[in-house]
């Protein structure tokens, strides 16, 4: 018994080392920020600026992107300014999710608090500069929204819940049992490429090829299974207070990510 | 190197293992066992060698997850997209799997003697079918062990594995033994390859990529991810206490995720439009009788339904690799002779 004590106290000590360990490293990460950048990293950035930091920084773009919100607490304006920047960067998909489907019932909210970030950041941007081009993850040069002589690519957002993870799934199937009983299909018509394309429905969207997960759980849960065979997943510890920087790094290291497709 | 290790731990590892064991320990862990060519190509191996290397490595695994506690372990060892390679790495491993799977059944006392069930998951009709009638023999020799569970995915994607659990649905429908309305989660969950286990608690890769490559999308998405930064053949006890320690640290939050997951809101209470006709029915006939009971009858039902429709899919498991065992036995018959 005392020694089943005296283990339980070790490994709490070892957990509370490594807490202690990583609050030191946010610690570091803020004051190091604060000395480097000053105040007002999180204020809106104007979309030239975006731009020009994103093409100056980041090796390649992914083509969607899901942001995963895992955090109890969330911010609407921390969220909107995340996909604000990704839409400045030249991210053509983006998803948002969150495990209780908070975000996808407030979806009028966040589209209002987005419209007026996207219109702070268009004030920020006085001089109209020249578009600037990051490839993204297909090797195809993606024109980034801007003024001037570049056409404008309309980004798409979607905001998803649990309902369209495995919930739809369940419905695939129960459809696709419907239509082998009526002779509809074959039961061995069921393959991967078929199911794929009643699970997209009419959307012709690629699935994600990175997520940013927000929070310190480490797990996705729940967000679309199907769609995430060969999504990056880049941690980020909070969306709360999130700053470019931060943003812009984790781009950076998709940048570095390397898919074999099993070869 | 043998499948089952028998070695003593140092006092050290002893130690650790017993002040782990303190704290919550995942009971199902899956690993993709990432970096056996890159770990070859470091250090001037030819890729076979890399491939061995990973084998003794999981071997070695194996024995530290036993020694935690950790019941189950599944293991990502050959994916329907790896038949992309060259011919002479694929055709390597399957002469790696031959020689492994041989050796299984060499060692078959040890096995009994610590109670493992062997599983193989994923579409075994693309493999060869010397190395499915191998698999059968493994798989029928230990399906009555029940201490350890080492769960081999093998030709094997997840959406494939999907897809067969819809196919068996749609299967189950169209010969009548359950309704559309039946398919819910849990129902889903038992018709794919992983019906016999718990879902997983702790999802480990290694190699430093950050995805999942098409393993167990359905099964994962509750679980613990941990992104390791080290080749498989170089994987260490230290680098797995220390995905049990980051296991501890998102233990309480994902459990409590997992409790406040929305119901299984995809099965729709189909049972209203009976009971309501019936209800109606029984109004004009028995006034004041209860809706409760016609429920209770319809949900009954529908359990005799599904727990018939499990054993037609059990049946049809055994039925396979019956099939062959005996087409082995054959083979062998015939192979004695020509002697």
């Known amino acids: 018994m005392t020694t089943t004590i005296l283990y339980r106290v070790l490994l709490v000590v070892v957990h509370l080392t490594i807490s202690l360990k990583e609050l030191l490293a946010v610690i570091c990460c803020r004051m190091m920020k604060l000395l480097t950048s000053g105040v007002g990293d999180g204020e809106p950035r104007s979309v030239p600026a975006i731009k020009h930091e994103a093409s100056r920084r980041l090796k390649r773009l992914p083509v969607h992107l899901g942001i995963v919100v895992v955090e109890e607490d969330l911010h609407v304006v921390d969220i909107v300014k995340i996909v604000a920047w990704s839409m400045a960067v030249g991210i053509s998909y983006i998803t948002i999710y969150d495990y209780k489907g908070w975000c996808k019932k407030n979806k009028a909210t966040i589209l209002r608090v987005l419209e007026e970030q996207k219109e702070k950041m268009e004030t920020n941007g006085q001089n109209k500069t020249k578009c600037s081009t990051v490839n993204n993850s297909n090797g195809v040069i993606n024109p980034l929204t801007g003024g001037g002589d570049c056409q404008r690519q309309k980004p798409k957002l979607q905001i998803v819940g649990p309902e369209d993870g495995r919930q739809h799934l369940i419905s695939v199937a129960r459809h696709l049992s419907h239509q082998v009983l009526n002779c509809e299909i074959k039961n061995d018509d069921i393959a991967v490429p078929f199911v794929d394309a009643v699970i997209r429905g009419n959307d012709l969207d690629p699935d994600p090829d990175l997520v940013m997960k927000f929070g310190a759980v480490n797990s996705l849960l729940g967000f679309l299974p199907w769609q995430t065979r060969l999504t990056e997943i880049i941690s980020l510890p909070t969306h709360h207070r999130i700053d470019f920087a931060s943003f812009l790094t984790a781009l950076d290291q998709f940048g570095y990510t390397e898919q074999r497709y099993g070869k | ?339």
Not at chain 2, 123 to 146: C, E, F, G, H, Y
Not at chain 2, 227 to 252: G, K, T
């Open chain 2, 1 to 339: 190197m043998s499948w089952i290790r028998e070695n003593k731990r140092s006092l050290i590892h002893d130690f650790c293992v017993r002040v782990l064991k303190s704290g919550p320990i995942p009971s199902h862990v899956v690993i993709i066992m990432d970096g056996n060519r890159r770990f070859a190509r470091k250090n001037n191996f030819d890729r076979a060698v890399g491939h061995l290397r990973g084998f003794d490595k999981l071997a070695e695994a194996l024995e530290w997850c036993w020694d935690l506690g950790i019941t189950e372990v599944t293991i990502y060892a050959f994916s329907i997209e790896n038949f992309k390679r060259s011919q002479e790495e694929v055709d390597c491993l399957m002469e790696l799997m031959r020689k492994k799977f041989a050796q299984l059944m060499e060692e078959k006392e040890l096995i009994e003697k610590y109670s493992v069930c062997f599983r193989v998951l994923g579409d075994w009709n693309r493999l060869p079918l010397d190395i499915q009638q191998m698999i059968a023999k493994s798989v029928a020799m230990t399906r009555n062990n029940n201490r350890a569970f080492l769960n081999i995915c093998i030709s094997y994607t997840s959406q494939d594995e999907i897809c067969y659990a819809m196919r068996n649905l749609a299967e189950g429908v169209s010969l009548g033994i359950i309704d559309e309305s039946d398919i819910s989660e849990s129902l889903f969950e038992k018709c794919l390859y992983t019906k016999k286990s718990a879902p997983p608690d702790l999802l480990i890769r290694t190699s430093g990529e950050v995805r999942l490559s098409d393993f167990l999308l359905w099964q994962s998405s509750y679980s613990v991810l941990s992104f390791v930064r080290v080749l498989w053949p170089e994987f260490s006890r230290w680098h797995l206490y220390s995905a049990v320690i980051f296991y501890q640290r998102n233990y309480n939050a994902v459990q409590k995720a997992r409790t406040s997951m929305p119901t299984d809101q995809s099965q729709p209470d189909t049972d209203c439009h009976p009971v309501q006709k019936l209800s109606e029915q029984t109004a004009v006939n028995e006034p004041g009788a209860g809706k409760d009971c016609n429920r209770q009858e319809l949900q009954a039902q529908r359990q005799e339904r599904i727990g018939k429709f499990l054993l037609y899919l059990e049946q049809k498991d055994d039925d396979r690799i019956d099939r062959l065992l005996q087409s082995q036995d054959n083979r062998d018959d015939a192979a004695y002779n020509q002697q």
